[in-house]
């Protein structure tokens, strides 16, 4: 599909820079109510020509004008008197989309249009300061081959604005309101597909991490997965929350590399990922003819979806770094024992006697039915070293939480010594007037002049 287009205009009570005045206005709103305007040329297409019958035999009244209220469109002589004596800005808009697009979108139909306007006009208004209450705006449909369009004049009922331009960024966010309301079937379409197709990449993604025997994948492939996903697992801080984004950055780069990989080698993976940014380019199209654009957009899903399937990475590799950790645990004290990392970190917790006794007690359990007592003393010093790894990896975690707190505090306060400073300033100006208002009184300056500078 190509860009949705908006074109914007406003015309001001008396002579503007651009030389258009509200009689400019009341001229353009007979050009949008001729019916002769909506007419298709003669050589179009047939299909084309009987959606156009239809609507010609569907169209209320002879104008063609409508507004906010389906069925409630004042004259065109009291429109035209309204705006030609109005006392602020009209504002014109024509937005617009090609022939082709229309065809897919529904927008042949006048009624799609209406429902459009009706929708997005009020959010324009809130986006233009405009009390949606206090909006007055008339349209009407030019089916013209190629580009069918919609013409809209709108004004204050009560004006309060006196500038007629519509910022830059304001502008570009009701653009982004027309374009979405006006291409939501395609959208929503595309939008469905995408996360049908990030669903499915998670899937395969979990399909080789449990190497699911009924999906074949390489030998070779597996082996090389499984040697990179070893070696992300031993750069894991084996601490903290197993996200992502809180990852140190070699340990985010490994991961990113990894996923980048999968989603190269893999052959689905590939196609899915390919498939993922060429929708995010399409639904990019509609905001810019700009190929960079595209580009930028595709890269960026493409960067999602690496970080979405890099998160199921990290969490698989700080299983495998914990199992491998507690697989050391367990081969130091020589036990299968399920139930040995909750005891372990049960006693870790312990002090003094009560701890010594506590390993002379797991010591005797786990020694089970060899009562040799030779066994006893190298399962106690075993425990205290697994013990001491807990207690090592647990300052580790302590101390990460720490940073977040101490850099949470060191925002705080240069946020204070922010405010210390405006109330600082705040009072030095407060001093300065009130210096300046008796300097002023002293030299005989009325008090509306007073008034009126420092209002100004």
């Keep these: 599909m190509r860009p949705f287009v908006l074109r914007d205009h406003f015309y001001l009570p008396g002579q503007t820079a651009r030389g258009k005045s509200l009689t400019s206005a009341a001229h353009h709103l007979d050009y949008m109510q001729n019916p002769k305007?909506?007419?298709?040329?003669?050589?179009?297409?047939?299909?084309?020509?009987?959606?156009?019958?239809?609507?010609?035999?569907?169209?209320?009244?002879?104008?063609?004008?409508?507004?906010?209220?389906?069925?409630?469109?004042?004259?065109?002589?009291?429109?035209?008197?309204?705006i030609k004596n109005h006392d602020g800005p009209v504002w014109r808009w024509i937005p617009s989309v090609t022939g082709e697009d229309a065809?897919?979108?529904?927008?042949?139909?006048?009624?799609?249009?209406?429902?459009?306007?009706?929708?997005?006009?009020?959010?324009?208004?809130?986006?233009?300061?405009?009390?949606?209450?206090?909006?007055?705006?008339?349209?009407?449909?030019?089916?013209?081959?190629?580009?069918?369009?919609?013409?809209?004049?709108?004004?204050?009922?009560?004006?309060?604005?006196?500038?007629?331009?519509?910022?830059?960024?304001?502008?570009?966010?009701?653009?982004?309101?027309?374009?979405?309301?006006?291409?939501?079937?395609?959208?929503?379409?595309?939008?469905?597909?995408?996360?049908?197709?990030?669903?499915?990449?998670?899937?395969?993604?979990?399909?080789?991490?449990?190497?699911?025997?009924?999906?074949?994948?390489?030998?070779?492939?597996?082996?090389?997965?499984?040697?990179?996903?070893?070696?992300?697992?031993?750069?894991?801080?084996?601490?903290?929350?197993?996200?992502?984004?809180?990852?140190?950055?070699?340990?985010k780069t490994e991961a990113q590399s990894l996923t980048q990989w999968l989603l190269q080698q893999h052959p689905d993976l590939a196609r899915l990922s390919a498939r993922y940014g060429d929708i995010a380019a399409e639904m990019a199209q509609h905001y810019s003819d700009d190929p960079a654009q595209h580009q930028k957009a595709r890269q960026n899903a493409q960067a999602d979806l690496t970080d979405r399937m890099g998160q199921l990475l990290i969490q698989q590799a700080a299983a495998l770094d914990k199992e491998v950790r507690w697989d050391f645990v367990r081969a130091t004290i020589q036990t299968d024992d399920p139930h040995v990392e909750r005891e372990l970190h049960r006693m870790s917790r312990l002090h003094g006697e009560e701890r010594k006794q506590a390993i002379h007690d797991y010591a005797e359990t786990l020694r089970g039915d060899r009562p040799e007592s030779k066994y006893q003393r190298p399962l106690e010093r075993r425990i205290e070293k697994s013990l001491l790894y807990i207690e090592e990896a647990r300052r580790q975690q302590a101390a990460h939480s720490l940073r977040g707190v101490f850099f949470g505090l060191q925002a705080a306060l240069r946020q204070a010594e922010a405010e210390n400073r405006r109330e600082a300033t705040k009072r030095r100006w407060g001093s300065a007037k009130e210096s300046w208002v008796q300097e002023a009184r002293a030299k005989g300056v009325s008090e509306e002049k007073i008034a009126e500078i420092e209002m100004g």
């Design 37 to 82: 305007k909506e007419e298709l040329v003669q050589d179009t297409t047939m299909e084309s020509a009987g959606i156009h019958a239809r609507y010609m035999g569907e169209r209320p009244g002879s104008a063609g004008l409508f507004g906010p209220i389906p069925g409630r469109t004042p004259p065109l002589d009291a429109l035209e008197n309204v």
């Design 103 to 251: 065809l897919e979108l529904g927008l042949m139909d006048r009624r799609r249009w209406e429902q459009v306007a009706r929708h997005v006009m009020p959010q324009a208004a809130k986006i233009m300061g405009i009390d949606p209450g206090n909006l007055a705006w008339v349209a009407a449909m030019h089916r013209k081959e190629g580009h069918p369009h919609l013409h809209i004049l709108f004004w204050e009922k009560v004006p309060h604005r006196e500038k007629g331009v519509i910022k830059k960024k304001k502008l570009a966010d009701i653009r982004h309101l027309w374009m979405k309301e006006l291409y939501r079937p395609r959208r929503q379409a595309l939008g469905a597909e995408k996360s049908a197709v990030r669903q499915q990449a998670r899937e395969a993604v979990q399909s080789i991490l449990t190497g699911d025997a009924s999906i074949h994948i390489p030998p070779p492939f597996l082996k090389e997965f499984a040697e990179r996903l070893s070696t992300l697992a031993d750069h894991m801080p084996g601490h903290g929350r197993a996200a992502l984004k809180y990852m140190p950055p070699e340990v």
